[in-house]
């Protein structure tokens, strides 16, 4: 086994219904584009207010993914 150079990239994901939802949804997309990913840590959350209850999730997330050998 090689050692492995790193990758980060930070995006944010959103849902209209849980954190964990909007984690997903990010990372989902990245893996559309992006491959070997590894591992995220959440940045921030933050979310959109209606009233008395929570309308919007959004998650920053970094990222981890190793490049190709």
């Known amino acids: 086994m090689s050692d492995h150079i790193y990758k980060i990239v930070e995006i944010t994901g959103t849902s209209t219904t849980t954190i964990e939802d909007a984690i997903n949804n990010a990372i989902a997309k990245a893996s ?4 070997n990913l590894r591992w995220f840590t959440v940045v921030e959350t933050r979310g959109e207010i209606d009233g008395s ?3 919007h999730w959004q998650v920053t997330i970094k990222i981890g993914f190793h490049l190709d050998d």
Not at 32 to 35: A, L
Request: hydrophobic share 45%; aromatic share 0%; proline share 0%.
């Open 32 to 35: 559309e584009s992006i491959h």
């Open 53 to 55: 209850a929570v309308k």
